[in-house]
């Protein structure tokens, strides 16, 4: 089976693409090297998932459909995983066009050349981040998600609304997988746990948006890799979204004494003032997940926060 990963250099894509190559799939990574972070963090991804020879990278920007139509004529390819994307809840405020043209047009340019090439199945990244600031807990996936908070949710809402159109129009097996606070080793280092750690290292205070108490469902990348291989070996799907998430939100707070607790000291935190775009919690029913694939997420948060200081040491040795 030959499955192109966009994203793939990236945190998610590069677990993803080591998972799928362990089980002898032909594995095709597409990643722009954007520099949104450091483009040498990539390349180190890269250069490990290269000793495998059924790995194959090419280099392109997914808003050119010549580079996925150059792909598909090149390669029988049976499923296509989208992560690629601008991230971030903050950075889409600030440039708003940026995340539309690369997050919208570019999951547009990829379904026409789907279409044409007759690719059969996606499995699109979407984002806990589209359900907005639902008071109802824990979220479904058929809760009301038509006010979304920030461009980014906006744009991950709009590639769920257009994977839709294009498996009503060409008959796509679409599965869009709505992600909740995805940490572990290679984790982005914009991202919270990895710039706290970071952050200690350095002797610097950590900072806390709002009083500590906003909740967030993290989920250990194992548990999120796992579920896209479960999803990838079902039949038939049609067009389904699911929540991938670990089910049990822990405050900000909690997750700075996790990661104390692994780091084997305290933390010097400030308090700031809330920002703007952010959610008060993510919580995810994942009852939809386990009754079409038994999804079972298997990392709690301080043996997850463990092995991604184990990782973060190593790098600083």
């Not at 677990?15 to 799928?20: D, N, V």
């Not at 979407?126 to 979304?148: A, H, L, M, R």
């Not at 194992?222 to 896209?228: L, P, Q, V, Y």
Request: net charge negative; charged share 20%; glycine share 6%.
């Amino acid at each position: 089976m030959t499955v192109l990963v966009t994203g793939g250099a990236g945190f998610i894509g590069s677990h993803l693409c080591a998972s799928l190559l362990r089980d002898n799939f032909k594995v095709i990574a597409l990643d722009n090297l954007d520099p949104f972070y450091d483009p040498e963090i990539k390349k180190n991804n890269l250069a490990m998932l290269a000793s495998w020879p059924a790995f194959h990278f090419n280099e392109g920007d997914i808003r050119q459909r010549r580079v996925f139509r150059e792909i598909f004529t090149q390669n029988a390819v049976d499923a296509v995983v989208h992560l690629a994307a601008k991230a971030g809840v903050r950075p889409s405020i600030l440039q708003p066009a940026d995340y539309f043209d690369v997050n919208v047009n570019g999951t547009v340019q990829l379904l026409e050349a789907m279409a044409e090439a007759r690719v059969p199945r996606l499995i699109f990244a979407s984002s806990s981040s589209v359900y907005g600031n639902q008071e109802k807990i824990p979220f479904t996936e058929t809760d009301d998600v038509s006010q979304p908070i920030s461009p980014y949710a906006a744009t991950k809402r709009a590639g769920e609304l257009m994977t839709y159109t294009y498996h009503h129009l060409y008959g796509i097996d679409v599965a869009c997988m709505r992600l909740f606070t995805v940490y572990g080793p290679r984790q982005r280092p914009d991202l919270a746990i990895h710039k706290f750690a970071q952050l200690a290292l350095e002797n610097k205070p950590i900072p806390l948006y709002g009083d500590g108490q906003t909740k967030r469902d993290y989920t250990f990348v194992a548990d999120i890799i796992r579920g896209i291989r479960q999803v990838l070996a079902l039949p038939g799907l049609g067009y389904q979204i699911f929540n991938l998430s670990s089910g049990t939100p822990v405050t900000l707070l909690e997750m700075v004494h996790a990661l104390e607790f692994a780091l084997g000291h305290p933390l010097r935190i400030q308090f700031l003032e809330k920002q703007a775009g952010d959610v008060e919690q993510t919580f995810a029913d994942i009852t939809k997940a386990q009754a079409y694939f038994n999804y079972t997420p298997q990392v709690q948060l301080q043996e997850g926060v463990r092995q991604f200081v184990d990782w973060f040491s190593h790098q600083h040795l």
